[in-house]
């Protein structure tokens, strides 16, 4: 008999939240687990789109603004009609919701943090309720050390019953890709040195103090490109500030790619300036392809990039410190090689799909067994 797992999450748009998702469903033994997702919000998009062609089911509700009850009764009705064993409730809100419509049903559940927000605060309605929460749930998952803490710091939730696991990502390193179609596409040379990144265009990323610190490198390195994978809200303003700051020739927007792993081959140094991270899945690819990264001090980052061993930690917010890194490492070849290869090692021993699978599928199948 397999063990019926529902996913409940906001939607299964773009982000690393539905990638996660997206990973689980995809890598669970379908001989031991049946996996389906349930969505807050009516909104499935591409990456979604591409489950269902698999054979995923994938249904949606219609939250309303504010406290939602009528979704209450809907999940429950979803998870009492497909006798559901495990529900996997993905960032709070979703959880909120699933912990309570599964009150009296022998449906366990699963809450995982993804990362938090920032700047991070407490909730004085969220401290004095979270406790009890806690009580009635099984287990709480984060992805990283960092998060779990700010779950015990900000949310008031046991520290005991917080296990992190780490995100995990395949390996499309060995995928052959058209590097020189895609160099030539963007007009980048062999002459050129690539600094680059992929995540959508939102403030937490913090690409305009990316941006203002690679002006600054630029005046020093004329043969040095910025290449930004994604889209979003920001992209407008970030072209303004190229425009701004007399970059708008050596920066590379790129806008939506369906597989932007394609892009890291062309990159000579991965940045990942955010304000607040989880664990992000962009950090794991470029390491699984060998890139050497520099990240801010928040979050999961310093716990995936080992400063000088594995890449370089730069403090939050700090424009002068991005630069300084990214120069040692224009300056230096043999340098990037070696955290390059550090990196993937790292990847390779904590970071990898099997890894995080096997981590989930234990949980699922003692908590299972616990009934």
């Not at 009705?77 to 495990?86: A, L, R, S």
């Not at 809450?111 to 009635?136: C, M, Q």
């Not at 040095?224 to 425009?243: A, F, H, P, S």
Request: charged share 20%; aromatic share 8%; with cysteine.
């Amino acid at each position: 008999m397999t063990i019926k797992i529902l996913h409940l999450t906001y939607d299964m748009a773009i982000g690393g939240t539905e990638q996660v998702i997206r990973q689980l469903v995809e890598n669970t033994n379908p001989e031991t687990f049946d996996v389906s997702i349930l969505c807050l919000e009516n909104r499935i998009g591409d990456m979604g789109q591409e489950l269902i062609k698999q054979g995923v089911n994938i249904q949606c509700l219609n939250r309303q603004e504010g406290f939602d009850i009528k979704l209450i009764k809907s999940i429950r009705t979803y998870v009492i009609k497909h006798n559901i064993d495990i529900l996997h409730c993905h960032q709070y809100t979703p959880y909120s919701y699933g912990i309570l419509a599964s009150i009296f049903t022998h449906t366990k559940v699963i809450f995982t943090e993804h990362g938090r927000f920032y700047p991070d605060v407490s909730s004085w309605k969220r401290k004095l309720i979270n406790p009890f929460l806690a009580l009635i749930t099984d287990k709480i998952t984060s992805i990283s050390e960092a998060t779990k803490q700010a779950l015990v710091h900000y949310e008031s939730l046991p520290e005991n019953k917080i296990q992190v696991i780490y995100n995990g990502v395949i390996d499309l390193s060995d995928r052959i890709y058209d590097n020189k179609a895609l160099q030539k596409k963007h007009n980048i040379s062999a002459d050129h040195l690539v600094l680059g990144t992929i995540s959508r265009l939102d403030p937490i990323k913090n690409h305009q103090m990316m941006l203002e610190a690679f002006s600054k490198i630029h005046q020093q390195y004329p043969y040095v490109k910025l290449l930004i994978v994604g889209d979003g809200e920001l992209r407008e303003t970030l072209e303004e500030l190229c425009d701004k700051l007399a970059i708008t020739e050596q920066v590379i927007f790129t806008g939506f790619i369906i597989e932007p792993q394609k892009y890291l081959n062309i990159m000579d140094i991965f940045l990942l300036p955010s304000l607040s991270e989880g664990t992000s899945m962009t950090l794991l690819e470029a390491m699984s392809f060998s890139k050497p990264c520099i990240v801010t001090n928040v979050g999961g980052n310093p716990e995936i990039v080992s400063h000088n061993k594995t890449g370089l930690v730069v403090p939050n917010e700090d424009c002068s410190a991005l630069v300084k890194a990214c120069v040692s490492l224009i300056n230096d070849s043999d340098r990037r090689q070696q955290l390059a290869i550090a990196g993937r090692q790292r990847y390779e021993q904590l970071f990898s799909v099997d890894m995080m699978m096997r981590q989930f599928e234990s949980l699922y199948v003692s908590l299972s067994k616990n009934d």
